[in-house]
């Protein structure tokens, strides 16, 4: 039992880190996409440069075989596909054999030599969980100083202040309670909350002589109460946190906070309450009143001087016309349109035999109908219950052992698509040479003990192609074919998908 466990925490650990290094391939070319689209649109309304750089977030969560008929991955030449990028997301592929080979059954009391040696992918594993953990602990810390700082401030007591509130609602067509607190500590003004959103206004500031101050301070808040940013503050720190060791998801949540203080600054200029000229005069007021600002959380007016002095250049931009609500409007559209082009980077599958194959497996196991992988074979071993030919341990057989004359070619038993052929299979050393054929919706087909194969990883084979020669290499006592079905992940019994064994159920 504890060797079996061992197994499936290292094939697990194994699928995990190729998935995560997928991912993050697909990020780094979406990041540097992105980073080109956003020098281009430089003038273009932030709130599409904040979309863009979401996608990369994105791309590291969605899973890598995501594909489309037209997207960034059909245009590349087959670099990836949807079939072959599919064991890399896909629960641990089933292991073990047992009958005439006797390797690595499930009920098998022992570890393979691969998997022992196989232990760096669980060290990974526990290496990055316990970075989650140290990151994840220093953001929540940093938040909760900002939750802490709300709860010591007072409600904002001035009717004027509350006026300028309820306006700004008004303005923004916010229909959630907008709560003011303040407090006489040096703190850059912020919103924390998405739901019952409270804007925090330091002392210093609602004490100002600058009175424009004050209401440039409140509508760009406001403005963020509009664009729910704090939720995808939240969501951007999950997505930093799990992703801890990529500096592309640092750098990508970082330009999103920054093009967000430019969409609020945007969104407020175009109401026309406060003119371009009032507004960066209280950015620059807030900046020499020195008050002190968290990086877990964006600060409205708080940001250091360079990035301050982007977002002067951008205000003076903004012009005060009836485009405006349509420079509003359109970038939701365009990103979502590039999203879809860009997040797939898995090739869309194609070809006829295994949309075919795929349509047949949905179908109930009585209707699925596999051809003979080794004709003129007789079987040697059933699936199910046997005997281990060389500790004589009950073990269960997950396939069915089949035995031709010697140098008898493998033939493929329906349209597929070959997603392994190697003679060092991670999934154990007793099964010697192996093929793995995908046939399309959740049915693969699995030979071992091969002594040869004559197809390549990647390639599409029709029914009957030849895909190898009968062998006994790895665990073996002899000469024969290992062949295995493998149903959404679980091995059933081939005989219920070829037809030649369905009299031949002993």
């Not at 219950?385 to 396939?399: K, L, V």
Request: charged share 20%; net charge neutral.
């Amino acid at each position: 039992m504890m060797s079996d466990l061992l197994a499936v925490i290292s094939g697990g650990a194994a699928a995990l880190v190729r998935a995560a290094g997928w991912e993050v391939l697909f990020a780094a070319v979406l990041f540097a996409l992105v980073f080109g689209l956003t020098r281009l649109l430089r003038n273009a309304s932030p709130v599409l440069r904040h979309a863009l750089w979401g996608l990369v977030l994105l791309r590291l969560v969605a899973p890598v075989e995501l594909a489309t008929p037209v997207s960034l991955g059909s245009l590349t030449p087959g670099w990836f596909t949807s079939s072959s990028l599919d064991g890399l997301t896909s629960s641990i592929e089933p292991a073990g054999d047992a009958g005439e080979d006797g390797a690595g059954a499930s009920g098998q009391a022992m570890v393979t030599g691969d998997a022992a040696e196989n232990w760096w992918p669980a060290a990974l594993v526990a290496t990055w969980l316990l970075g989650v953990g140290i990151v994840g602990a220093s953001v929540h810390r940093r938040r909760r100083r900002y939750r802490d700082l709300v709860r010591r401030a007072s409600p904002v007591a001035d009717e004027r202040v509350r006026a300028m509130v309820r306006d700004w609602r008004r303005t923004f067509r916010i229909r959630r309670a907008v709560r003011a607190v303040t407090s006489g500590e040096q703190h850059s003004p912020f919103t924390l909350g998405a739901a019952r959103p409270v804007v925090f206004l330091p002392r210093a500031v609602l004490e100002h002589d600058d009175r424009s101050l004050l209401e440039s301070v409140i509508a760009h808040e406001l403005a963020h109460v509009r664009r729910w940013d704090d939720l995808f503050l939240g969501l951007q720190q999950i997505i930093s946190v799990l992703y801890f060791f990529n500096p592309i998801a640092w750098l990508s949540a970082g330009r999103m906070r920054e093009e967000s203080e430019r969409a609020c600054d945007e969104l407020v200029i175009s109401r026309g309450g406060i003119t371009p000229r009032s507004y960066g005069r209280s950015i620059v007021t807030v900046l020499r009143l020195g008050l002190e600002s968290e990086p877990v959380i964006a600060p409205a007016l708080g940001n250091p001087l360079r990035k301050q002095r982007a977002r002067l250049e951008t205000i003076m931009k903004v012009q005060l016309s009836s485009t405006s609500r349509l420079r509003s409007l359109y970038p939701l559209p365009v990103a979502f349109i590039l999203g879809l082009f860009l997040l797939p980077m898995a090739e869309a599958p194609t070809g006829v035999g295994v949309a075919d194959a795929a349509a047949a497996v949905v179908q109930q196991s009585d209707d699925v109908r596999l051809s003979n992988p080794l004709p003129g074979s007789t079987i040697t071993s059933r699936f199910g219950p046997a005997q281990d030919p060389f500790s004589d341990e009950e073990i269960h057989h997950d396939g069915i052992d089949i035995k031709a004359s010697p140098g008898s070619e493998i033939l493929a038993p329906a349209d597929g698509l070959v997603a392994l052929a190697t003679a060092e299979y991670s999934g154990g050393a007793g099964y010697g040479t192996v093929v793995l054929v995908d046939h399309g919706g959740g049915l693969k087909t699995f030979y071992a003990h091969l002594d040869s194969y004559s197809v390549q990883e990647g390639e599409r084979v029709s029914r009957g192609d030849a895909l190898g020669v009968q062998g006994s290499s790895g665990r073996s006592t002899g000469p024969h074919l290992h062949f295995e079905v493998w149903l959404d992940g679980e091995r059933r019994d081939p005989a219920l998908f070829v037809s030649d064994w369905r009299t031949e159920r002993f």
